[in-house]
C-alpha cells in the first residue's frame, strides 16, 4: 500500500472533485459523465452548489454593506468631530488673535505711557534746571544789584571824600567830584560853577585822589593797604602852596590819629617842603641821585 501511494498517477489523473469541474464547465469532465441521472445530479449538485454560493456571497456583501453603513456613519461622526474641531480652532485662533491684540494693545498703551513719562520727566528736569538757573539768575541779580548799590554808595563816598581833600588842599569855594564807570574814573573840580582844569591840575587831582583813597582805607572804607608814595609830586606849573598843602594834610591826619597813626605817607622830593618838614620825624633819609646807594630803592631803575 505505501508503495502504491508513491506512485505518481497516471496523467489522466485530476485533483479537481468532479463537480467543481462540471460547474467550472471543464470538458474533460463529460467524458467520464455519461449517465443522465449522473448529469442531473451533477447539474442539481452545482445548482446547489450555486445557490449556496449566491446565498454565501450575498451574506457577504449584506455584511459589507452594514460594515460599510457603519464605517460611514463612523465617517459621519469623525467628519461631524473633524468640522467641529475646525469650528473650535477656528474659535480658538479667533480668541487667540483676540487676546494678542489685547496684549498689544495693552503693550502698545505701557509703551505710549513709558515714553509720555520719559517726555515728562525730561520736561520736568528742564523745569527743574530752568528753576535752578533762575535761582542762579536771581543770585547772580541779587548780587550785581548789592554790588551796584554799594558801587553807587561807595562812588559817593569817594566823591564825597574826594570833595572835603580838594576844599582842604585847594580851597573851600572848589567843588571836586568822582564819575565812575565800568572802565573809567573821572576827576571833576569846579569853581563858581566853571570847570577848573590844567596839565597841572590834572596831575595835582590825581594825588588828591591817592590821599582820597588813603584816608577812605583809615576809616575803613576801601581796600588801600595805608601805605602811599609820592615820588617828586611836585609839578612845575603847580603852586608852592598847593605843594605844601600835601604836607600839611598828611600832618593833619597825623594829628587826628592823636598819637596812634595807623598809615604810612612818604613823599620824595626836591622842592624843599615847610621848614618844619625838614627835620626829624617828618625827615626820614636824604637821597642823592647822583649815585646808586643813595637813591631810593638804592639802584639805578
Do not use: W
Amino acid at each position: 500500500m505505501e508503495a502504491a501511494a508513491k506512485l505518481k498517477p497516471d496523467r489522466r489523473f485530476c485533483a479537481v472533485p468532479l463537480i467543481i469541474a462540471h460547474q467550472r464547465g471543464c470538458k474533460v469532465v463529460d467524458e467520464y459523465v455519461q449517465d443522465e441521472t449522473q448529469k442531473k445530479e451533477a447539474a442539481e449538485i452545482v445548482h446547489k452548489v450555486a445557490v449556496e454560493s449566491v446565498e454565501s456571497q450575498t451574506a457577504k456583501v449584506r455584511e459589507l454593506e452594514d460594515k460599510i453603513a457603519e464605517a460611514r456613519k463612523d465617517v459621519e461622526v469623525q467628519q461631524k468631530n473633524y468640522d467641529n474641531a475646525l469650528v473650535q480652532r477656528d474659535n480658538y485662533d479667533r480668541e487667540v488673535q483676540r487676546g494678542i491684540r489685547e496684549k498689544v494693545q495693552v503693550f502698545s498703551s505701557a509703551i505710549a505711557s513709558i515714553e509720555r513719562y520719559r517726555v515728562d520727566a525730561k520736561k520736568l528736569s528742564d523745569v527743574r534746571k530752568l528753576i535752578e538757573n533762575n535761582k542762579n539768575l536771581r543770585k547772580d541779580i541779587s548780587a550785581q544789584l548789592t554790588c551796584l548799590r554799594n558801587s553807587r554808595t561807595s562812588s559817593a563816598d569817594v566823591s564825597l571824600y574826594f570833595h572835603h581833600v580838594i576844599q582842604y588842599i585847594l580851597g573851600s569855594k572848589v567843588v571836586g567830584k568822582v564819575v565812575a564807570d565800568k572802565s573809567s574814573v573821572t576827576l571833576e573840580c569846579s569853581f563858581n560853577d566853571n570847570k577848573y582844569n590844567s596839565a597841572a591840575l590834572d596831575a595835582a587831582y590825581n594825588v588828591m585822589f591817592d590821599l582820597t583813597v588813603l584816608v577812605m582805607a583809615i576809616q575803613g572804607k576801601s581796600k588801600h593797604p595805608k601805605f602811599l608814595l609820592h615820588d617828586g609830586p611836585r609839578v612845575a606849573d603847580i603852586s608852592r602852596a598847593i605843594y605844601h598843602r600835601y604836607f600839611e594834610f598828611a600832618e593833619d591826619l597825623e594829628h587826628r590819629a592823636k598819637g596812634r597813626p595807623n598809615f604810612q605817607y612818604i613823599i620824595t622830593t626836591t622842592e624843599p617842603p615847610p621848614e618844619r618838614f625838614v627835620a626829624e620825624p617828618y625827615l626820614r633819609l636824604k637821597l642823592d641821585a647822583s649815585r646808586p646807594e643813595d637813591r631810593f630803592l638804592k639802584c639805578n631803575l
